[in-house]
């Protein structure tokens, strides 16, 4: 996603399940056109609001 053109807002990069038995992690690759930044990640349950929700570890 190139922020230089929707910045300032979330964008959606997918929808994935993600089982918590496997430890599921978010990580960046280098394979782009340029530089790869990620300054924030939002995991979102399905059908839970966005307003507020805890994750336990």
Request: proline letters at 5%.
């Amino acid at each position: 996603m190139n922020q230089t053109q929707n910045g300032g807002q979330w964008n959606l990069l997918g929808t994935f399940t993600l089982n918590p038995a496997l430890n599921p992690m978010v990580e960046l690759s280098d394979q782009a056109n340029g530089r790869v930044v990620a300054d924030a990640v939002m995991v979102v349950p399905s059908g839970v609001s966005t307003d507020h929700v805890t994750y336990t570890v």
